[in-house]
């Protein structure tokens, strides 16, 4: 609005419809600027409204006349207070939106914990980033935990964001965090997670409309044993990274399944969890698809394989994860449009270490 403004001002200015008095309207573009654009829109307008003024002032002849300077005056005047007003407002946002923030990073680290840095036969690694185009609270998840069965982990995206998606990132977590200790059966594991969203789906008023009708959640559980294997149970999330001898390729379900709270859309759920190698020396990258819909300015996805396949070889997997979230950063110039969930698991040489507890989540 300042600009269409400014340019019905010149239009006017160098027509025959000059005589029409244009100074209130041209100082009321900074101070619109002010209210809407920020410091630098403000400053753009008021640029532009004294070069605007200084060129109809030529073609009209009206240099020395008193109108002139008035308006010179007053378009300086509401030019200097718009910018102050703007830098106060935009200052006073700001810390509104940093105390959101903080309030969302405190609510979220609630619900997730790190991982420890070795579990059993694996040294692993956690790394959640916010997105950087709110203050809104994500629906990410994952965690890691040694049982009698292995080491068993979970990684999934709730759909949405905000208050509910927290419920349901903390009833998922706890459903699965009670099961993996006494369910053998990773199968089950994960339909007990689907039990217990459904049943606090089905709480009245818990959750509104669009969660109801559009609501879902995302999971994949992995498991590692002491054999030389990883176990996978995978329901509508995208397929896990193995890296093995400096390559990495996807370990894709054989039966595509659809996420918790769809199971109506399809009746042929996996019956058991699929087995791929996992050998020492392997890594195991579990991840959300913030990752892999990341995107640069020309509109191209993260190349996650080819950026875990440069990798250094011998860091661990926290200095692992900040190569891939420095990778990330480079690409999407740091403006991350979805948050971002990684757990990275590195397959031991040796017998597995003693079961330490439960693990978390980072």
């Excluded at 040694?146 to 709730?158: E, L, P």
């Excluded at 020492?280 to 698809?289: F, V």
């Excluded at 690409?331 to 003693?354: I, Y």
């Amino acid at each position: 609005m300042p600009f269409l403004i400014a340019l019905a001002v010149l239009v006017i200015e160098l027509t025959p419809a000059h005589f029409i008095y244009t100074g209130p309207f041209l100082t009321a573009v900074p101070a619109l600027a002010a209210v809407t654009l920020g410091p630098k829109g403000t400053t753009a307008a008021a640029v532009l409204a004294l070069a605007i003024s200084v060129t109809t002032a030529t073609y009209n002849g009206a240099w020395g006349t008193t109108q002139v300077y008035s308006n010179f005056l007053a378009l300086i005047l509401v030019s200097v207070a718009g910018f102050i007003t703007s830098r106060a407002m935009q200052e006073r946002r700001q810390r509104e939106l940093d105390q959101v923030r903080s309030i969302a990073v405190a609510a979220q680290e609630v619900v997730l914990r790190p991982v420890p840095a070795h579990l059993g036969p694996l040294r692993a690694g956690s790394l959640c980033l916010a997105a950087g185009t709110g203050a809104r609270v994500g629906g990410d998840l994952y965690e890691a935990v040694q049982t009698r069965y292995g080491v068993r982990m979970i990684v999934g995206d709730v759909r949405g964001k905000g208050l509910s998606a927290v419920r349901a990132v903390a009833v998922a977590l706890g459903a699965f965090r009670e099961t993996v200790h006494y369910e053998d059966d990773l199968v089950e594991v994960m339909n007990r997670c689907a039990a217990a969203l459904r049943r606090e789906v089905a709480v009245p008023g818990a959750y509104g409309q669009e969660v109801l009708l559009e609501g879902f959640t995302t999971a994949l559980i992995a498991q590692v044993p002491d054999e030389p294997v990883v176990q996978l149970v995978n329901r509508g999330h995208p397929p896990p990274l193995l890296l093995h001898q400096g390559r990495a390729s996807s370990l894709m379900p054989s039966l595509p399944s659809p996420p918790l709270g769809l199971e109506d859309l399809i009746t042929d759920l996996p019956e058991k969890a699929e087995s791929y190698a996992f050998l020492p020396g392997d890594r195991l990258l579990l991840y959300t698809d913030g990752v892999i819909e990341a995107r640069n300015r020309e509109g191209e996805f993260f190349a996650l394989p080819e950026a875990v396949e440069g990798l250094g070889v011998g860091s661990s997997p926290p200095e692992l994860l900040e190569q891939l979230h420095q990778a990330l950063i480079r690409h999407t110039g740091g403006d991350l449009a979805d948050d971002v969930a990684m757990l990275l698991a590195d397959r031991c040489d040796g017998p597995p270490e003693s079961p330490s507890g439960e693990a978390g989540v980072g």
